[in-house]
């Protein structure tokens, strides 16, 4: 588990300017002592809750969050519990190759990964990254095998979160997607840079070395910001 202020800045500082995948799979890797190859074959629905996970750890269980209504403009807050949204332990198994049945043929596939992410991510046509993807995690030459399997596949992967919301001021219903991993490295980002300001107000004052610093709680040294 992640033990130091100075644990987490390294890690930060290490995927700084990274594919999201990678960052993600990085954070994921940090968090289980697993190393960044392995975590890059992990299913998405594995990375993702090992994502929630340390999010919990690093800032707690509830998320607060601001979204504006798309009928009416309007800033609805949310307060959600993570534990309520996090992919289930079962998708998060789905992973490695397996056989599925297609029409009574045998068609060797697996779920999507991070390394898939990041051979598709350079593409800027949706139908190409696509036909990637697919060619990628379906073993057949059969084009109509390979879409139904893919139909399939897409069915027992997917664990998408969507948030089921409600425009207080207009009644608009809508569903808006929550990406964990760039939810969580938006936050880390934000705390990593009010970290690192922390740190440059406090030497100033009195002098301190970063490790010295960093060893005092984020609340000392928000009230050592404050004092100073």
């Not at 504006?68 to 289930?88: F, G, H, K, V």
Request: aromatic share 6%; glycine share 4%; net charge neutral.
């Amino acid at each position: 588990m992640l033990t130091s202020a100075r644990q987490l800045l390294e890690s930060w500082e290490a995927l700084q300017g990274q594919p999201m995948p990678v960052r993600a799979a990085g954070l994921a890797a940090f968090l289980t002592k697993r190393s960044l190859p392995d975590v890059l074959r992990w299913s998405i629905a594995r990375r993702d809750r090992a994502l929630f996970d340390f999010r919990a750890h690093m800032f707690g269980e509830r998320v607060e969050a601001v979204t504006p209504c798309p009928n009416c403009a309007e800033q609805l807050e949310m307060q959600l519990s993570l534990a309520q949204i996090a992919p289930s332990k079962t998708a998060s198994r789905k992973s490695g190759i397996r056989t599925l049945r297609v029409g009574g043929a045998p068609v060797r596939c697996r779920v999507p990964n991070s390394e898939d992410l990041l051979t598709i991510a350079a593409s800027r046509d949706v139908a190409e990254a696509r036909a990637q993807l697919i060619a990628r995690c379906i073993q057949t030459d059969d084009p109509e095998l390979r879409e139904r399997a893919a139909a399939l596949l897409t069915g027992e992967a997917a664990d998408d979160v969507e948030l089921n919301l409600t425009c207080p001021a207009c009644g608009h219903t809508w569903q808006a997607p929550f990406d964990i991993a760039t939810f969580v490295w938006r936050e880390l980002d934000d705390w990593a840079q009010r970290t690192l300001r922390e740190i440059h107000v406090i030497a100033g004052a009195y002098g301190w070395s970063e490790d010295e610093i960093l060893q005092l709680s984020a609340r000392r040294r928000q009230m050592y910001v404050e004092m100073i």
